[in-house]
């Protein structure tokens, strides 16, 4: 166990709507990271939160966002989802900003139908 | 995105052989760290690596930065059946990519008993 949890494990939607995936961070971890996994993609990271602040942005889609709460958990906000968003999807947390040592929810598996 | 390539795709060994993996990048990276993700799961850090040349071991699994820092190896001892899963390589700018991580492809290790 990491100590970083994730909800839900797994989330069934139709196209055109609209998610949230939720991550609450290790204890003491300022940094939150959301990555996509997907076969043909691999492990793409999608951004990066520091204590309720972007830090680093990456291939992440104008459909999707996500924000960092004062209390250091995190959201990622999917939106007119298409067929192609269907993925795993993983939060993960460090103490600093630079975070190299980055520890892994257990994911969040979307089927986009 | 851009991926880092890891090699061998995958691997089927009879358990008590050594296992060796390695990850080349075309850019350098100030950190390179090793991972594994068993079916379902999200990934485990297993070694983080923080200088060229470095050699650090967790155990039976042991990693090299490499020295001109576009390249990592990680050596597996004596596999046992639980080192089923698949292994992946990681790399860090750093700098204003803050925590950004760039991932392999990843390795499938298969161990016969």
């Known amino acids: 166990d990491s100590g970083v949890t994730q909800t839900p494990k797994h989330l069934i939607t139709a196209t055109g709507q609209r998610v949230t995936l939720r991550c609450s961070p290790r204890s003491g971890d300022l940094s939150v990271y959301w990555y996509q996994q997907s076969l043909d993609q691999g492990l793409q990271f999608l951004i990066q939160y520091y204590n309720g602040e972007e830090r680093a942005k990456g291939n992440i889609l104008e459909r999707f966002s996500a924000q960092q709460f004062p209390d250091l958990h995190s959201e990622l906000n999917l939106s007119s989802l298409e067929l192609g968003d269907s993925a795993l999807y993983f939060c993960?947390?460090?103490?600093?900003?630079?975070?190299?040592?980055?520890?892994f929810g257990p994911g969040t598996r979307l089927t986009v139908t | 995105g851009q991926q880092l390539n890891q090699s061998p795709q995958s691997m089927f060994i009879q358990e008590g052989e050594d296992v060796s993996m390695n990850c080349t990048s075309s850019s350098i990276f100030n950190t390179w760290l090793w991972y594994k993700q068993d079916p379902g799961e999200g990934p485990v850090l297993l070694i983080a690596?923080?200088?060229?040349?470095e050699l650090t071991s967790n155990g039976r699994l042991t990693a090299q930065f490499g020295i001109t820092r576009k390249d990592s190896f990680l050596n597996i001892s004596a596999s046992i059946p639980s080192d089923v899963g698949i292994y992946f390589c990681?790399?860090?700018?750093?700098?204003?990519?803050?925590?950004?991580?760039?991932f392999g492809q990843g390795t499938i290790l298969t161990v016969h008993p």
């Open positions: 993960a947390s460090s103490v600093a900003s630079h975070g190299s040592e980055q520890y």
């Open positions: 990681a790399g860090r700018h750093g700098g204003t990519s803050y925590g950004k991580l760039t």
């Open positions: 690596l923080y200088k060229a040349g």
